[in-house]
């Protein structure tokens, strides 16, 4: 699928971009990543944002930090 509107950014856009841009933090990124993959024992990859993406690193986050839970709350 091609996205038309979706060319160079410039003037406000970029401008926009550039401060989103500058407050990621990519140490926080990090350790979000290594505490992801010891909790889940699954490699997210090399894109952060791409190896989250499809949910089932995410899912198995949740079950891993949920389990047990469901017969406390009984």
Known sequence: MTHFNKGPSC???AEVKNKIA???D??????LRNWIE???GMSIGTNFQLGLKD???LCE???KLTAGLS???Q
């Open 11 to 13: 003037g406000l856009s």
């Open 55 to 57: 949910g089932i690193i």
């Open 71 to 73: 017969e406390e709350g």
């Open 26 to 31: 990519h140490q926080a990124e990090e350790d």
């Open 61 to 63: 986050l949740i079950n």
């Open 38 to 40: 010891e909790v889940t």
């Open 22 to 24: 500058s407050k990621y």
